[in-house]
């Protein structure tokens, strides 16, 4: 297991960077790594884990080999369990094992809270994982997931924007805003809409 693979996932402030060991057949292990660390910190460990396995390291947003955030954008904790949710759908994983050591098992246990059917094992170093007071649980579960699970499928529907008439893109607008009379839709328009060759 010493032989890795550099991988990586396009999201759209850039991509993020993971490294790979084992054959992608092997039942699929993803390590998140510690505060301000990278995949490196699992260099010596993965060489003495069992085979069979295909260990997946990634970089957090901002670490290792990952594009940073804009600047201006912080980096919160569900941001790093949104990063571990889209590098599941780029790697097509329905089911897999999480191994996070310090943050990155306190990021762990909060994915496997959101996405339990999405986790078969979960394997803490230096963590706790998440704990949360039981009567917040389910309010927190559900708007969290729902916030992850809606800003994925925007992006995946993510297409250029339609060319309309001014006329059309007025109608749009109004209908969108019901509160609107046709002249503030038209002054918002003209600073709210590009015109371009095609509308």
């Not at 505060?35 to 947003?61: E, H």
Request: aromatic share 10%; with cysteine.
């Amino acid at each position: 297991l010493g032989m890795f693979s550099e991988l990586k996932f396009l999201v759209p402030w850039g991509h993020v960077a993971a490294k790979a060991w084992g054959h992608s057949e092997g039942h699929p292990v993803l390590c998140l790594h510690g505060w301000l660390d990278n995949a490196n910190t699992f260099d010596k460990l993965i060489p003495l884990l069992p085979r069979g396995f295909y260990y997946v390291a990634m970089d957090f947003s901002g670490h290792g080999l990952s594009s940073h955030r804009p600047a201006g954008c912080p980096y919160h904790f569900l941001d790093y369990v949104t990063d571990v949710r889209r590098v599941a759908a780029a790697l097509q994983w329905r089911r897999f094992t999480l191994m996070g050591h310090s943050m990155g098992g306190a990021v762990a246990g909060m994915f496997c809270f959101l996405y339990p059917e999405m986790v078969d094992k979960l394997i803490l170093l230096e963590s706790l994982g998440f704990l949360l007071a039981p009567e917040d649980t389910e309010a927190w579960l559900k708007s969290k997931r729902r916030v992850i699970d809606r800003l994925l499928s925007l992006e995946a529907k993510q297409q250029t924007p339609k060319a309309r008439s001014p006329e059309a893109a007025l109608q749009r607008l109004l209908e969108a805003n019901s509160h609107l009379t046709a002249e503030g839709g038209a002054i918002l328009l003209q600073r709210g809409a590009t015109e371009t060759p095609a509308g």
